[in-house]
């Protein structure tokens, strides 16, 4: 440090220089950090491998660091709890990468592996990482060629239809289930006449498709006195119209689910039917003798509301594990590359994502399933109903 007259320098450089350079800088960062939390949060940048790390850190861990500075925190803890390695969580924090789960490490090395980073967050019988819910884009060869559909069989099917009896519980004609289908053109093969069907990918038909599913699932709820919506709109024809890719099939129906809330504004469920394109073994189970295609809840892990949905679609699967054990592969969150992670869901606390069987289920399998989903959903939505009432009732 010298003094040249009245200046001060530190290694030739003025102190009044680098104070002011300070100032500046300061000045710099407060205007950067406005300018970013000003931003719209889509806008807005962020950090997916924090997200994972903070909403996987439960509260335990949270006393255990804290017991690091404070021991009386780990008064709190509980007899059983184990100690944790701080080096896993600086190493999953710093790289991604989470020592238990190999995929963190592969999704970054193998091309299209980052498909895989859906997670399960209930299983149910025989699911695994190994048979997750494929979603794949159609060739554009076949959505260009029509393949002739096997209509005899699904009209032998229609006509074993009976005349239930009146429901004793009714929504009074309000619609509160909302069906729709952002792949509606998603098809199985035993509707279709395929000499080849080697290949999942093209199984798909502008008529013969899951919508004659959720159909079989309208009717089955309006037998049980739930009044539904059920959506007519074409999406994948809305694609073509705007020359949008097969991708960008939920900017397609996102508008019209929207406008469908808009207008009614008893809906209190959304139902968005899928079909999975896995094989026969994954997708098909046998319960009391009969033959069923087995169900899976997604929900879309970029989703604001994912907390909620989550909460019910995991009491639908305990509903079903009751009374239909083996009908439901669980729930499953996806997010990442190559998916939407939203599928609509931040459009309500009660969207659900429902994936019917696979491309080689059939009709009678499809319709046993349907009746089965209304009749799960049925009694969850009743008792819903009654818990409601019973709390608008107390003073």
């Not at 229609?158 to 998603?186: A, C, D, F, M």
């Not at 498709?209 to 809305?238: A, C, P, W, Y």
């Amino acid at each position: 440090m010298k003094k040249n007259g009245m200046v001060v320098t530190i290694n030739g450089t003025s102190l009044l220089k680098m104070m002011a350079g300070l100032f500046v800088g300061m000045i710099l960062v407060f205007l950067l950090v406005g300018m970013l939390t000003s931003l719209k949060p889509e806008y807005r940048p962020s950090s997916d491998s924090i997200h994972e790390f903070s909403s996987e850190v439960n509260g335990e861990v949270f006393l255990h660091l804290l017991s690091l500075e404070n021991h009386y925190f780990s008064q709190s803890l509980p007899s059983h709890s184990i100690d944790f390695k701080l080096s896993s969580l600086f190493l999953k924090l710093t790289t991604s990468i989470n020592p238990d789960d190999p995929r963190s490490l592969l999704g970054r090395e193998l091309p299209g592996f980052s498909l895989f980073d859906s997670e399960i967050l209930v299983a149910g019988e025989g699911t695994n990482y190994t048979n997750m819910p494929i979603e794949s884009a159609p060739p554009t060869e076949v959505l260009l060629e029509e393949r002739e559909a096997s209509i005899e069989s699904l009209q032998d099917h229609e006509g074993q239809e009976n005349v239930p009896p009146s429901p004793p519980l009714t929504t009074e004609g309000r619609k509160v289930v909302y069906i729709y289908h952002t792949h509606n053109t998603e098809s199985y093969f035993p509707f279709l006449k395929a000499d080849d069907t080697s290949d999942p990918n093209t199984a798909y038909h502008s008529t013969a498709n899951v919508t004659l599913v959720g159909k079989k699932l309208k009717e089955e709820l309006e037998d049980r006195g739930i009044g539904v919506h059920f959506e007519t709109e074409d999406f994948q024809s809305l694609l073509k119209k705007k020359n949008l890719s097969y991708g960008a099939s939920y900017d397609a129906s996102r508008p019209v689910v929207q406008s469908a809330l808009a207008k009614n504004r008893d809906l209190q469920y959304l139902i968005d039917i899928h079909r999975d394109g896995l094989r026969h073994k994954d997708t098909t189970v046998t319960i009391n003798g009969e033959s069923y295609a087995k169900i899976v809840f997604v929900i879309g892990g970029n989703n604001p509301k994912a907390d909620k949905n989550t909460r019910l679609a995991k009491e639908l699967h305990q509903l079903f594990e009751k009374k239909y054990p083996g009908l439901s592969r669980g729930v499953v969150a996806k997010k990442g590359k190559g998916v939407n992670g939203l599928y609509n869901q931040d459009l309500s606390e009660n969207a659900l994502l429902i994936e019917f069987g696979g491309v080689d289920n059939n009709m009678e399998e499809l319709s046993r399933t349907a009746e089965a989903v209304a009749d799960v959903f049925s009694e969850y939505y009743w008792q819903a109903e009654k818990v409601n009432a019973n709390s608008i009732e107390k003073p």
